[in-house]
């Protein structure tokens, strides 16, 4: 029960968030074009601070296992998820967004939030690890997905922001090299903004499309399955199945942090991403508004059957 409600707080409080996105431009104050400029700062700016802030940890053996165990998962998880996509792409007839939704989760936004609520703070860095390995295939694999390119462009991948952040970020650990603390008071502010402004970004991008269109498009409720009951489902029985939970002490709870990022609505991520490359920016606003609103009530029946499994 204390899981349920902490889920439905988080995931309403971003929902009104949303409505304030909708509202400046139903208003007139701004326009549906103008969440461009949402995406450019959370993309360049908020992202890369989540990034660096997540390796500014104290480095133990416990931790080390830990983060390597949910590094590991989490890799495992995401190419079981591309496998899966590649498999159901005919017969489902998944586009680009559907095919993007389906493996990328809201990870970042909901998960470090309830991950504290729900573990602690030092449960953090885990969660962090399915974040990074999703962040990593996001600017490989999801930038060739929606661009409809068939190659990758190595010189934009290795100078993306994003994977830059990360590169710095995994130098900062592996030389214990602490960051001044000013710095990572900032980097901890910019990161505060991520949940709000993928929401905002969000809800100005579906503000011109009529409500009864997100609720009446059956297409949509295929991928919202996919990415809330179909591949989470599919996770949790291969973790089963391999008896994950006790390969290291306390390794339920290290999944736990991983397994809560599988189950979380569409990525905010790829709204802004299809603004940024062109793509179909209302039905990416769409699915991400619509599985957000589903998921209240698949999280908590997901987490209860991790819980009972597990």
């Not at 504290?116 to 999703?134: K, R, W």
């Not at 402004?197 to 499309?209: P, R, T, V």
């Not at 189950?263 to 606003?285: E, F, G, N, R, W």
Request: aromatic share 8%.
């Amino acid at each position: 029960m204390q899981v349920s409600l902490l889920l439905a707080r988080e995931i309403v409080e971003l929902f009104l968030i949303l409505l304030m996105g909708v509202a400046v431009v139903r208003t007139g104050l701004l326009r549906a074009s103008d969440s461009k400029v949402v995406s450019v700062l959370l993309v360049y700016l908020v992202i890369p601070c989540v990034i660096l802030n997540a390796f500014q940890i104290e480095d133990t053996p416990q931790v080390r296992t830990g983060l390597l165990y949910a590094l590991g998962i989490a890799a495992g998880i995401h190419l079981f998820w591309l496998v899966l996509t590649r498999l159901l792409q005919k017969p489902l007839g998944l586009d680009a967004i559907e095919r993007a939704t389906a493996i990328y989760s809201n990870a970042g936004a909901l998960v470090i939030p309830l991950v504290q609520a729900l573990q602690g703070p030092d449960y953090v860095i885990y969660s962090c690890a399915f974040i990074i390995v999703q962040l990593v295939l996001l600017w490989t694999h999801g930038v060739v997905l929606l661009r409809g390119q068939g190659a990758l462009q190595w010189k934009t991948i290795l100078t993306n922001v994003n994977l830059i952040s990360i590169a710095a970020g995994v130098l900062l650990y592996l030389f214990k090299i602490p960051l001044p603390g000013p710095v990572l008071d900032t980097m901890d502010s910019m990161g505060n903004l991520m949940g709000p402004l993928c929401m905002l970004l969000a809800g100005m991008a579906i503000a011109e499309s009529p409500l009864r269109q997100l609720i009446c498009t059956t297409r949509y409720y295929l991928a919202c399955a996919l990415r809330l009951l179909v591949y989470p489902l599919a996770v949790l029985a291969v973790l089963w199945a391999v008896g994950a939970a006790g390969w290291i002490p306390d390794g339920k709870s290290v999944l736990m942090t991983v397994f809560l990022a599988t189950i979380t609505p569409a990525c905010a991520t790829i709204t802004s991403m299809a603004q940024l490359y062109d793509c179909d920016v209302k039905k990416s606003s769409s699915l991400y508004v619509l599985s957000t609103l589903l998921s209240l009530i698949t999280m908590p029946v997901m987490l209860g059957l991790f819980d009972t499994l597990l």
